[in-house]
């Protein structure tokens, strides 16, 4: 079974900053890659997603992320952060049909 | 995308109760799966529900403390039975696919559970 590895578990920055979380997967075949969004009080949200073909893709609200195979990762970014991107982040791998997550990503936007 | 739906949205339940949970999904779906987010951690798959078939439970999860129905491509239930306070979590639905479009899953809002 797949693994999902995300550190900095909580990060703090201010508005206009830049932001990277990482995320790194363990599995020796063929994966599809998420990155899920959660808002306050909100549910679950596809960020972005990559299947296969060019490995940097863009999502919603101008994050995009990275897959690097030889490194197993998949980490996301934003040039430049907005209050309303304070969220939860997980990263999320599936594999032999089973999608497994990271245990995400506190991020706190501060005005 | 697909609109789904999850009853209750939250609850307080006594130890030693059952609780079932709804799913509701506004179109057919093949796949459905339940997760749990315990406090502090992430999503843990408990089990795939596909329609016309018995679950399919993942490691460390049974069907006597965790019996799924599948009537239909619309609808799931998960019951959490002879509840403990270690059942607290939030209970998502999610439905996908293994191939094609519905590579991706799509997750409902969760049921917030606590157990005194």
């Known amino acids: 079974a797949q693994s999902v590895s995300q550190h900095n578990h909580h990060v703090i920055l201010s508005e206009a900053a830049s932001l990277e979380l990482g995320c790194n997967y363990s599995?020796?075949?063929?994966?599809?890659l998420f990155w899920y969004v959660q808002y306050p009080g909100q549910h679950l949200q596809l960020l972005l997603k990559?299947?296969?073909?060019?490995?940097l893709v863009k999502g919603i609200k101008g994050f995009e992320a990275e897959f690097i195979k030889s490194k197993f990762s998949f980490n996301l970014r934003k040039p430049s952060v907005q209050w309303s991107d304070t969220a939860e982040y997980f990263c999320?791998?599936?594999?032999?049909?089973?999608?497994?997550f990271g245990k995400g990503n506190q991020v706190v936007v501060i005005p | 995308s697909a609109v789904i739906s999850q009853k209750p949205s939250r609850d307080i339940c006594q130890r030693g109760t059952s609780l079932t949970i709804q799913c509701q999904v506004d179109?057919?779906?093949?796949?459905m799966f339940w997760y749990r987010q315990q406090p502090g951690q992430s999503l843990t798959l408990i089990a795939t529900?596909?329609?016309?078939?018995?679950?399919?439970?993942e490691s460390g999860f049974v069907i006597d403390k965790f019996p799924i129905s599948r009537p239909n491509l619309t609808f799931s239930t998960l019951t959490v039975s002879n509840m403990s306070p270690e059942d607290s979590s939030i209970y998502l639905c999610?439905?996908?696919?293994?191939?094609?479009?519905?590579?991706?899953?799509?997750f409902g809002p969760g049921t917030r559970l606590t157990v005194l």
């Open positions: 999610s439905v996908g696919g293994p191939t094609g479009v519905y590579n991706e899953q799509f």
């Open positions: 599995y020796g075949g063929t994966v599809n």
């Open positions: 990559y299947f296969s073909g060019d490995p």
């Open positions: 999320a791998v599936k594999g032999n049909n089973r999608l497994a």
């Open positions: 179109s057919q779906v093949t796949m």
């Open positions: 529900a596909n329609q016309g078939s018995e679950a399919t439970y």
